[in-house]
């Protein structure tokens, strides 16, 4: 890992995403991405969606990543939630999930 960050989700599917990392990031370079992911698992537990990818196009401040892996992730449940305060609530949903980077050298 050669740097960390965060950033802003602009467009995500399938088969890849569209995020401003706040600074230029050329292309090539594979990331790993920890996306917060704006609905609970069950109504109760937060969820991560972990993308591993490539850069493949970099415009501006939006970077293009291509997904080669990706997996949703558990975390650790805030004490509201571990109370269950959060389950007669309906989850958050966020317009654009945070996103936490790790950035690395092509291989």
Same mark, same amino acid.
């Given at each position: 890992? =050669? ?10 599917? !399938? &088969? ?5 990392? @706040? $600074? ?15 609905? =609970? ?7 991560q969606?972990?993308? !591993? &990818?490539?850069i493949?196009?970099?415009? @501006? $401040? ?16 805030t ?29």
């Amino acid at each position: 890992m =050669l740097e960390t960050g965060a950033g802003k989700t602009l467009d995500l599917s !399938s &088969g890849g995403l569209l995020f401003d990392p @706040g $600074r230029h990031l050329p292309e090539g370079l594979n990331v790993e991405l920890s996306i917060t992911w704006p609905v =609970l698992l069950h109504n109760v537990a937060p969820l991560q969606l972990v993308v !591993s &990818g490539r850069i493949v196009r970099a415009s @501006g $401040r939006s970077i293009a990543v291509r997904t080669v892996q990706h997996e949703f992730r558990t975390v650790a449940a805030t004490p509201e939630h571990r109370n269950g305060i959060a389950r007669n609530t309906p989850p958050p949903m966020l317009a654009s999930p945070a996103i936490f980077a790790s950035f690395g050298k092509m291989q």
